[in-house]
């Protein structure tokens, strides 16, 4: 006695060692309904068959309640079920419709009286479904509010503000498509942004450069996400801020469909106060009649291209009813964003020692010794060689000697062009059109197979390719070099729910989240040395091109670059995850335990 009393004590001490010791063993994807099931005396009823169907598939599951009345239905899709009880000898009790949301554990409790099993009991005016299994802290946001509210870029973490103690300090970025060098995510009860934790039906949906979000899916393709901001489960681990786990959409037995397309344009944009409100006036930097790249023949300027087309659809439907479904979606993105950049260059007569517009241009003028008098910003220039006397050049003109042979080299290169107004006193003087383009294409393919009452299956394939080939770099940049941005994601999850019987109920989970970022802004080799040929002995020796230089202008930060620093970026990374999680039943308690393996190449 004694001893099976001992081994008794060391299976539960492993057990909860098993539990206590697992950071995570799975991620919930699913939804649970437990209760009991008695007679009007409140005696429980044993092996009573409590069977749950989803209405919009036809998929049923079922579980038998135990000596204690109990029964567990656990890792039941989210959907919106009806339930019903029979049990020998007790009439058969329907419950109306509810709709299980994403981590939720529903407890219905359900008494039925003695009669035949054919007689049925339809409950009417039942309580709202809460949940009162679990005290963790969390924000649903269900598929109508994720496609009803206006989302500029179709990203569902912008909703995650939502939640109580979700803040962002970058609201822009936020609200735009997600890419891998440009990404904003919620801070969550004061935690960093990279806190927090992303899943995708359960896959890990985080990458591990800055723990961002890698695959964003199409936001007519989520069924409900969950915010978790405190209390999660232990299923949850490796965060300190908010979980934030994303439930796809399943086929039905019924054909659905969507097709959409939002767009913005510089046709519906308003003029802005530099852009025509007041032409001739609020652009004083432009002399009107001289035309510049994005500019109109008065001197304003004119609105930059902008074309913004987010297009796609979905479609879902049964493969054969009641058994076996998908649901697949596509999102396109194009965007070219173009406008005229502005750059503030030396002019003519500066290039050749002549300082004197740096007084004219602002008001000044020149007294008989060669100062600059009057206006508020004129600068009048000293001799550097004599800094205590301040001796100022006569006419603002440097000496010759003044001016070094690689400036002179760069002024006469044709990587230093002269600019389109001769004039500094109105900021920039030379504008030339830059851009960016970014093209995106993903999509989503889910299956669902409802092999049995006691096999349940599904698969995700989600993929996403985002190309950039064209972003502003420097602004003189030499001819032949190349820049660009690529990006391709893939995410995939297989799942498999066995149930041994109405107290054993075993899921196992594999999956996989890819992530590849290249990004190179580089000079070709057929450049050769350009540095070298300006002058600069030892100029960017190891690389071809033109060297980054830095041009001081009038005022400050009014600096021209030439060249460009070479910048090449690659970051590939696979994340491989398998779980497998053991739910237990005994009497009135409940058991889960399992185990998750993860590796990263």
């Known amino acids: 006695m004694r001893k099976t009393q001992a081994m008794r004590i060391g299976l539960c001490l492993l057990l909860a060692t098993l539990v206590f010791t697992l950071p995570a063993w799975t991620q919930e994807v699913t939804a649970a309904i437990v209760g009991t099931v008695a007679d009007p005396s409140g005696a429980p009823i044993k092996d009573a068959t409590v069977t749950a169907k989803d209405t919009g598939r036809g998929t049923v599951w079922t579980t ?64 709202p479904v809460l949940q009162t299994q679990s005290d963790e802290v969390s924000t649903l946001i269900d598929s109508h509010t994720v496609t009803s509210v206006p989302l500029a870029g179709r990203n569902y973490l912008q909703l995650t503000l939502l939640a109580p103690g979700s803040t962002t300090n970058n609201p822009r970025g936020i609200s735009e498509p997600q890419t891998l060098d440009n990404s904003s995510r919620p801070f969550i009860n004061g935690n960093r942004e990279q806190a927090n934790q992303y899943f995708l039906d359960g896959q890990l949906n985080s990458e591990d450069k800055n723990n961002e979000t890698s695959f964003t899916p199409n936001v ?6 969950n915010i978790i901001t405190q209390n999660a489960s232990a299923e949850f681990g490796n965060y300190e801020g908010g979980v934030i786990s994303v439930s796809t959409k399943s086929g039905t037995n019924n054909f659905h469909g969507s097709v959409f397309e939002f767009l913005r344009n510089d046709a519906f944009n308003a003029n802005l106060l530099s852009n025509g409100w007041s032409k001739g006036v609020l652009a004083q ?74 007084c004219t241009d602002f008001g000044g003028a020149f007294d008989g010794a060669g100062n600059c008098t009057g206006g508020t910003d004129a600068i009048q220039l000293h001799d550097p060689n004599n800094p205590a006397t301040a001796i100022p050049f006569n006419n603002l003109a440097a000496a010759g000697f003044a001016i070094s042979p690689v400036a002179q080299n760069i002024f006469n290169s044709k990587y230093y062009p002269l600019p ?63 820049q660009g941005a ?113 590796v990263v190449l």
Not at 66 to 86: C, F, I, K, M, Q
Not at 320 to 326: E, G, R
């Open 64 to 127: 038998k309640t135990n000596d204690a009345g109990v029964y567990n239905l656990l890792r039941v899709p989210v959907g919106t079920y009806e339930l019903r009880v029979s049990a020998q000898g007790f009439q058969t009790v329907a419950y109306p419709p509810f709709t299980l949301v994403l981590n939720q554990t529903a407890r219905i409790d359900v008494q039925t009286r003695v009669g035949q099993v054919t007689e049925t009991v339809e409950v009417t005016g039942a309580a």
């Open 486 to 598: 690529d990006q391709p994601i893939r995410n995939a999850v297989v799942d498999w729910t066995h149930a041994f019987n109405p107290n054993l109920l075993n899921e196992a989970r594999i999956g996989f989240n890819a992530v590849r970022f290249d990004q190179s802004l580089v000079q070709t080799s057929s450049l050769g040395n350009i540095g070298e040929a300006l002058g600069i002995a030892g100029a960017n020796f190891e690389v071809p091109g033109l060297l980054n230089i830095a041009v001081p202008g009038v005022g400050p930060g009014a600096n021209a670059a030439l060249g460009q620093l070479n910048l090449v970026q690659i970051f590939h990374t696979t994340q491989g995850q398998f779980n497998d999680n053991l739910s237990i039943t005994h009497g009135r308690h409940s058991i889960k335990t399992g185990f998750q393996f993860q």
């Open 285 to 358: 930097e432009n002399i009107p009649g001289q035309i510049v790249p994005g500019h109109a023949a008065d001197g304003t300027i004119i609105k930059p291209e902008f074309r913004y087309n987010t297009f796609g659809g979905t479609i879902g439907g049964p493969i054969i009813k009641n058994k076996l479904f998908f649901f697949a979606d596509y999102q396109g993105l194009r965007n070219v964003n173009a406008g005229a950049t502005g750059a503030q260059l030396l002019t003519s007569r500066m290039r050749n020692g002549d300082f004197g517009q740096l």
């Open 420 to 482: 389109q107004i001769d004039s500094v006193g109105g900021g920039n003087n030379f504008f030339f059109n830059s851009g960016n383009t970014i093209n995106t294409d993903q999509g989503d393919l889910k299956i669902d197979y409802s092999v049995s009452d006691k096999d349940h299956i599904f698969g995700r394939w989600s993929q996403m390719h985002l190309r950039n080939p064209t972003f502003s770099g420097c602004l003189f940049c030499a001819a032949g070099a190349a």
């Open 220 to 225: 007519d393709a989520i069924q409900e996400f």
